[in-house]
């Protein structure tokens, strides 16, 4: 009779249909200090552009067999301005933007114009934001020195920058289109804050940097010129907000051209600048594509650019 029963829930085991990542919601952690995390379970995808991405260039080509080898969490959200200034307030911490003599880059207003200041800093940009809007002007060595803070005050979580590999396998969450959310920029709406009619009529069409901008906005008004509160557009199929939008992220990765052509999803070993990922309110939809990927110096700072958790359980 016990092996009859053994042999029964073994067939109802293996016969059972098992649950895909889109019928099982993923595993939701309310962190005090990080906030909302998801997990994100190790998986294969194809990394870079697909075949039908006119806008891609030459450092997303070409596609490639990527693996992310082992379970991480991701934050829901992009870090906020107040989780950044808890850090700042307990630390003493001087960005790379308010240590820089040329300072940051912000909006001016008189102008109409993005403009490199002194005045600017990840505290003001020169435009409106609330605690809840995602931080910005802060720089990779910054991203990376709030993610220390986090993980040496906590006792079950390291906190890093997720690797690029990692990044684009949330954001497509199972996705194999141009748009995590489908194959046209429209499909961006209500989805992403990126650049597009709400922004332009702010920026004067007579400055370079502000007319490559305009010639690229969306051309639709999300009506958020700037930075939006954190989950103030819908989220992607895993429960993410804001990859595609609202501000670029930081990833771990030192960036590295020839990376695709040898097909490798681990993180280079060295180089001199580092990648960020995503879209966001500056730029229209072209950035919000899931393999765009970018890179600058490690100091930089722009009200553009911001940083998103990810994390691994403590051994």
Not at 63 to 69: D, I, K, L, Y
Not at 269 to 285: D, E
Request: glycine fraction near 6%.
């Amino acid at each position: 009779m016990f092996r009859k029963r053994l042999l029964l829930l073994v067939l109802i085991l293996v016969c059972e249909p098992r649950m895909t990542r889109s019928d099982d919601m993923p595993k939701v952690v309310e962190h005090p200090n990080a906030g909302k995390l998801v997990l994100i379970s190790a998986g294969q995808f194809e990394m870079g552009a697909i075949k039908d991405d006119r806008d891609a260039t030459d450092i997303e080509r070409p596609a490639f067999n990527a693996r992310v080898s082992r379970d991480f969490f991701l934050g829901i959200h992009e870090v906020t301005f107040i989780q950044f200034r808890r850090f700042v307030s307990a630390t003493g911490h001087k960005t790379d933007g308010e240590k820089s003599a040329t300072g940051c880059f912000g909006y001016d207003k008189a102008t109409r114009r993005f403009v490199s200041a002194t005045r600017y800093s990840w505290r003001d940009s020169g435009f409106p934001h609330t605690d809840e809007h995602p931080v910005a002007n802060v720089s990779w060595n910054d991203a990376v020195a709030y993610c220390r803070w986090l993980s040496d005050r906590d006792e079950q979580y390291v906190f890093r920058l997720p690797t690029e590999a990692e990044w684009e396998y949330a954001y497509r969450a199972d996705t194999h289109t141009v748009y995590a959310f489908g194959k046209a920029p429209r499909s961006l709406v209500l989805k992403e804050n990126i650049g597009d009619k709400s922004l332009s009529p702010l920026l004067d069409p007579a400055g370079s940097t502000e007319k490559r901008l305009i010639d690229r906005h969306a051309d639709w008004n999300d009506r958020f010129p700037f930075t939006s509160p954190v989950g103030s557009f819908k989220p992607n199929a895993w429960g993410l907000y804001d990859m595609g939008g609202n501000v670029n992220e930081w990833c771990e990765d030192y960036f590295d051209r020839d990376q695709y052509v040898r097909g490798s999803s681990q993180p280079p070993a060295t180089g001199t600048t580092r990648v960020f990922r995503g879209g966001s309110f500056i730029w229209g939809a072209h950035h919000s594509r899931c393999s765009a990927r970018e890179h600058k110096p490690a100091t930089d700072s722009w009200c553009h650019m911001g940083f998103r958790l990810a994390a691994d359980l403590k051994k």
